[in-house]
């Protein structure tokens, strides 16, 4: 609060009090009251406005310094008013009151926001394992009656069944909640794992896999990296260029882990490279070649964010892809 | 070959997981009521049991621990949740696999024979034969009258795949899925290198035109 900033609010009490003044000097000048006397009298009624004035700008300034210390101090600036004192001034008061009110009522409505997307999560989830169930029973009734239809019927459900799970990711990505398990696991494991579940893809489109040194031991959770793999993985299919083959490799380094994924693909441009993490962001491949949705590398990220992982990704149009993941080696983030 | 039985409340997955796995020459067995399903898996004497986690009556961890308590006969947990507990959980119950819908049937099929051969092994050596021709796969040794030849880990692979199908015709792409699920990512021109080979090892103890090719479908033996 500055000084002048406070003057300025008490203009009209100021200039109410200086024609007072004026007005109270000529009259007792008219009366003929002694020098003195006036000029004792001035000094009085100067000096009590003036401590006035000081006493009341004093307090009021303490008071608003403090709020704006703890609204700066605060990673949250909603709950500033949990460390506010009421103040013991009237328009304080108010003031006071009515953010109090205000905040409760935005409180209330938080709440109800966070119940319904609770709700919706909840929901979700349910719903993606009781689809799961008739995915599960159509690709073992395409398993049992083999020909060309039910192949191709078969490769469908198998899209279907991405979509599903790109749906079960997304809502979780989104929870409030920790919805992971950071723990102690095998990057061979979850590779070699990965590239199995992924095996009819990549063989369909006669993809060479070849999987170099991976033999890391990382912390993070299994299933997420699983997912973000898959989603590597369909990328690496859906853009391949002829004789298509993927590289899978990994390198330690300052305490930390990279994990690579190359493709030999048709790439990207720089400027789409440079966007390919943005949520709906298709480019120019999504235009031409595959109808995409923009979300496979943006759940990557965000489920990367998560879990305390890099995802960088390079690409040279007409030559490939490849997609960097780093995995912070020491054990701090299992806390 | 090993009984299976499948506790499995969805129609549809229960018979055409039978109609699977008794392609594949297990014997099967399903339920379709669950009220006294845990002495009917006792009295099947079930050398594996599939066990579905959701389930009417009691669900999944029930009859887990109910068996457990008469019986170790294997279970395999499969279910269409897949959270670090419901995992968790099967494993403290004494569940021995635990699987996700929708399965990829290669990897089903291959946890299924991992765990029956981790729980049923012993009883010598495991050997194939057809036509004349004998696998033993503790060995990686292909015998016909007499004479033997020591075979590679992929031709093994090879080899038992089409034996196990005898007279049927296994793609190409089959037969990399059942490479792929041991972590041999071979393609295209391996395959064809690795059958190569093979015939050519099949000769050398006397065996000619052993694998048949179907142009455009896949091998047969």
Known sequence: MKLRSFLRDKAVLLTAFFL??????????????????????????????????????????????????????????????????????????????????????????????????????EFIETWVHEVKTPIASSLLLIENHPDEVTRSIGEEIGKIDGFV?????????????????????????MVYGAVRRHASGFIENKVTVSVEEVDFTVYTDVKWVDFILGQLFVNAIKYKQDPASIRIYAQEWDNRIALYIADNGIGMSEADAARAFEKGF????????????????????????????????????????TVRIVFPKGTMHLL | ?????????????????????????????????????????????????????????????????????????????????????????SMNLGADDFITKPYNTQILLARISSVLKRTYQGGGSKTISHSGVTLDLSKSIASHEGREVELSKNEVRILHLLMK??????????????????????????LTVNITRLRKRLETIGVYDYLITKRGQGYMV
Request: hydrophobic share 40%; with cysteine; aromatic share 10%.
């Open chain 1, 20 to 121: 007072a003044f004026v007005f109270v000097l000529i009259f007792l000048s008219v009366l003929r009251v002694p020098g003195y006397s006036i000029g004792f009298i001035a000094g009085v009624l100067l000096l009590a406005m003036l401590a006035g004035l000081l006493t009341e700008y004093l307090y009021k300034r303490a008071y608003y310094r403090q709020v704006e210390k703890h609204l700066e101090a605060l990673d949250k600036k909603f709950l500033l008013m949990e460390l506010l004192e009421r103040p013991s001034f009237a328009e304080g008061e108010i003031l006071y009151d009515t953010l109090r009110r205000t905040g409760k009522a935005m409180n209330d409505e938080i709440a109800l926001y966070k119940r319904q997307s609770t709700e919706y999560r």
């Open chain 1, 165 to 189: 799970e790109q749906a079960l990711y997304y809502s979780r990505s989104n929870s409030v909640e920790k919805d992971y398990l950071v723990k102690k696991s095998s990057l061979k494991e």
């Open chain 2, 165 to 190: 199908h005898p007279s049927a015709i296994v793609s190409r792409e089959a037969i990399m899925n059942d490479l792929w699920q041991s972590d041999e990512f071979v393609d295209d021109n391996t």
């Open chain 2, 1 to 89: 070959m090993a009984k299976i039985y499948i506790i499995e409340d969805d129609p549809k997955i229960r018979t055409e997981l039978s109609l699977l796995l008794t392609k594949y020459g297990y014997e099967c067995r399903a339920s379709d009521s669950f009220e006294g399903v845990v002495d009917a898996v006792l009295t099947y004497e079930a050398q594996l049991l599939l066990l579905d986690i959701n389930l009417p009556v009691f669900d999944g961890y029930h009859i887990c621990r109910e068996i457990r308590k008469g019986s170790d006969v294997p279970i395999i947990m499969v279910t269409s949740r897949d959270s670090d507990v419901d995992e968790l959980m």
């Open chain 1, 282 to 321: 298709t480019g120019e491949n999504g235009r031409r070649y595959a109808k995409s949705t923009g979300m496979g590398l943006y759940l990557c990220r965000k489920l990367c964010d998560k879990l305390g992982l890099s995802i960088t990704l390079t690409s040279c149009p007409g030559s490939g892809t």
